[in-house]
C-alpha cells in the first residue's frame, strides 16, 4: 500500500507499483470498440501505461494530450491510457481531441489490472478509481520506469518516462 495525497489529503492505494527491473504484470483491458487489450498484444514493444482517475478532469486529459504529442515520433511504442472510464467515454473524449497517437483501455471489466499495478485508491471520495501512475513496459516484458505521482493533481513526469524508452 502507498500513500498520496489528494488536494494534500492523504489516500492511500491497494498496492505498490510493480518494481523497475521486475516482470511487468499481464493484463486486461477494455478497449474502446469493447473488444480486449491485453499485454500479449503489445508484447516486443515498448509501451507507456499512463493511468490516472478519469479522462474527465483536466489534469488526466492534459496527461493524455501530451502523452500523444509526444508519442507522435516513437518507434516501436505505443501509449496506453488505463482509467475506469466506460470505453465510449474514453472513444468519445479521445474524438473530440482527436488523439491519434495513443490508445485507451478501461478497467471497468478487468478490476485486475488495477490490483496488479496497485493503482486502485482505496479511500476518499476517489476509492475505486486509479491513482496518477505511468509505467513503462520494454520489449522484454520488463519494468523500464515506474511513477507513483505523489499528488494526484499534479502531471507525471512525463520526460523521465519517455527517456526509459529502448
Known amino acids: 500500500m502507498a500513500e498520496i495525497t489528494l488536494g494534500g489529503n492523504p489516500v492511500n492505494t491497494s498496492g505498490d507499483l510493480p518494481e523497475v527491473g521486475a516482470a511487468a504484470p499481464s493484463f486486461e483491458l477494455t478497449a474502446p470498440d469493447l473488444s ?14 499512463n493511468i490516472f482517475p478519469s479522462m474527465d ?3 488526466c486529459a492534459t496527461s493524455v494530450r501530451t502523452f500523444n504529442e509526444k508519442a507522435a515520433g516513437l518507434e516501436n511504442t505505443t501509449i496506453v491510457n488505463v482509467s475506469a472510464d466506460l470505453p ?27 490490483q496488479a499495478f496497485g493503482t486502485v485508491l482505496v479511500d476518499s471520495g476517489m476509492a ?37 524508452i529502448s
Open 128 to 164: 475505486g478509481l486509479h491513482a496518477r501512475a505511468v509505467v513503462v513496459i520494454n520489449p522484454e516484458g520488463n519494468v523500464a520506469h515506474a511513477e507513483l505521482v505523489g499528488e494526484i493533481a499534479n502531471e507525471p513526469n512525463y520526460d523521465a518516462a519517455l527517456s526509459a
Open 57 to 59: 478532469t483536466g489534469v
Open 88 to 114: 465510449f467515454a474514453q472513444k468519445r473524449f479521445c474524438g473530440a481531441e482527436g488523439i491519434e497517437n495513443a490508445s485507451s483501455g478501461s478497467t471497468f471489466r478487468n478490476p485486475e489490472f488495477g
Open 36 to 49: 480486449s487489450l491485453t499485454s500479449a498484444d503489445l508484447a516486443g514493444q515498448n509501451v507507456v501505461l
